[in-house]
């Protein structure tokens, strides 16, 4: 008697699998109308199914009008106990390869299939974007851990306004490359958050379509050690101490209303000014554009962006459309930390902040176009504004 009834319930699982695979088919696109036809088509055969458990002795307390339903395929979570209607599903967890989802798969298909034939690329962040919904909200992404692709998701809205669904539907992939479970949620939502969910989508495609300026690296942040120039302590140096090195200038300017001087040498200009303590004339800062100074840590004009990068610390991988490199201090602004800042179509600018002993912050950018360095300074000052003498 047992077989018979599974015979009969399977067959019912089965013939409700062959009516969703067209209608994926025809769709093309899981939207909230694909999500919807799907689970008309689910719930009216969900009725026809016995349930393994009493689903009333599931009901949380803590999630009032909730229940749990057993089946031989998984598990369904609705807001009503007995044959629930399509608006009333919460969640469905399908755990075997009875039943065919609104994209025609199934469990135990490939990878490859939950992808949609989308590639993921090599990525060193948890979410890859496969693309966005071609009209109304939507989007998919891959869940990408060290061994590769363990989840791939679509998401997608209906409704209007306040009265919005989120429409989720995920896969789960196993150690074998192929689907180990299939689940779909729904759950109540506003446009707004709508939106900002795909707003997060883009900006991580956006990255995933940029370059890869800076790579993630266990190098030393920058600090007051670095403030060097050919090898050698700049900032901060009495101005003999600079010109023992690099020579007498070509040129020395005076700047107006007592703003020190400039000492002018082939790619090389150095600012000086007071020690307020002492009176004792020292350098405030240097901007290079030869490629025969050599800066913090060797930094100098003709490295790639990538090289510049690699001489200090970066957290994670920065793409050209800008980032953090590391932060040390409590907020973005607040000393020690790093940035990689976007500019025009092809500019972008290294950015690195200390604290000196004395107090003062200090900066070093390096401004990039093409992917190669043609510049960089070192100085005394405010970090937002702008660097260079």
């Known amino acids: 008697m047992k077989n018979a009834i599974w015979r009969w319930v399977k067959g019912i699982v089965l013939a409700c699998a062959l009516v969703w695979i067209p209608l994926c088919a025809a769709a093309q696109e899981y939207n909230a109308q694909t999500a919807q036809n799907w689970l008309e088509e689910f719930a009216a055969a969900l009725g026809g ?10 009901a949380d307390p803590a999630r009032a009008g909730q229940y749990l339903i057993e089946y031989e395929f998984g598990t369904v979570l609705a807001a009503r106990a007995d044959a629930p209607q399509a608006g009333e599903l919460l969640t469905i967890d399908v755990r075997t390869s009875q039943v065919t989802d609104c994209l025609g798969l199934r469990v135990g298909m490939s990878l490859s299939d939950a992808l949609g034939g989308a590639q993921v690329d090599k990525s060193n962040t948890q979410l890859y974007v496969l693309g966005t919904q071609e009209s109304g ?29 989120e429409y989720t539907l995920t896969y789960m992939i196993g150690d074998d490359g192929c689907i180990s479970a299939i689940r779909m949620n729904m759950a109540q939502t506003t446009l707004a958050q709508a939106q900002d969910g795909l707003s997060t989508a883009e900006e991580i495609a956006q990255r995933q379509r940029g370059e890869v300026l800076a790579l993630k690296n266990s190098e030393a942040i920058f600090g007051e050690a670095d403030l060097q120039v050919m090898g050698a302590a700049a900032l901060g140096v009495e101005v003999a101490q600079l010109v023992s090195r690099l020579g007498e200038p070509s040129e020395v300017q005076t700047l107006p209303s007592g703003g020190g001087r400039i000492l002018l040498y082939d790619g090389l200009a150095a600012e000086l000014g007071l020690r307020e ?55 973005l602004g607040e000393p020690p930390y ?15 902040v200390c604290q000196t002993a004395s ?23 405010d970090a937002e504004a702008e660097g260079g003498i």
């Open 338 to 352: 790093g940035e990689l800042i976007r500019g025009g179509s092809d500019e972008v600018t290294l950015r690195y």
């Open 277 to 331: 303590a002492t009176g004792v004339e020292i350098v405030r800062g240097v901007s290079v554009s030869g490629a025969d100074v050599t800066g913090p840590r060797g930094l100098r004009v003709g490295m790639s962006v990538q090289e510049a990068a690699a001489l200090f610390a970066c957290d994670a991988d920065v793409y050209s459309v800008g980032g953090l490199l590391y932060m040390e201090g409590e907020a």
């Open 49 to 58: 199914l016995p349930a393994l458990n009493d689903p009333q002795e599931t």
């Open 137 to 165: 909200i939507g989007w998919s992404w891959a869940y990408v851990g060290d061994a590769g692709v363990y989840g791939v998701e679509y998401i997608t809205y209906g409704g209007e306004d306040a009265a919005m669904t």
């Open 359 to 381: 107090g003062e912050n200090a900066v070093l950018e390096a401004g990039v176009q093409d992917g190669v360095v043609g510049y960089w300074h070192l100085f005394y000052g």
